[in-house]
Nanobody, 123 residues
Framework: QVQLVESGGGLVQAGGSLRLSCAAS????????MGWFRQPPGKEREFVSA????????YYADSVKGRFTISRDNAKNTVYLQMNSLKPEDTAVYYC????????????????WGQGTQVTVSS
């Protein structure tokens, strides 16, 4: 079992940047593929990005491609989401998740979830 804690959210103006972190405890996060999801106000949870256990492959939603970068440091048991050129439509609660296998963009496939961190982008 693994516990996930997100941090780094906050309020930022459009065009700004934030870096989210997801710290894992319990089992090493190197055992898991990791994903970031977000849930905008009044909307469904949606896929943002994912990274394989080794960091060798990364995946992005079209809406964030070219602006967001996912990375991981298995030695620190931490996954990051660097978010640049933020837009008001990026406003959401961002969740970190872990899975052993499955379809990376389907949140049903993930086994463990953090509590979420709020990102608000003002126009």
């Amino acid at each position: 079992q693994v516990q996930l804690v997100e941090s780094g959210g906050g309020l930022v103006q459009a065009g700004g940047s934030l870096r989210l972190s997801c710290a894992a405890s319990g089992r090493p996060c190197s055992s898991y593929h990791m994903g970031w999801f977000r849930q905008p106000p009044g909307k469904e949870r949606e896929f943002v990005s994912a990274i394989t256990w080794s960091g060798g492959n990364t995946y992005y939603a079209d809406s964030v491609k070219g602006r967001f970068t996912i990375s991981r440091d298995n030695a620190k048991n931490t996954v990051y989401l660097q978010m640049n050129s933020l837009k008001p439509e990026d406003t959401a609660v961002y969740y970190c998740a872990a899975m052993t296998s499955g379809f990376y963009s389907d949140y049903h496939e993930y086994d463990y979830w953090g509590q979420g961190t709020q990102v608000t982008v003002s126009s």
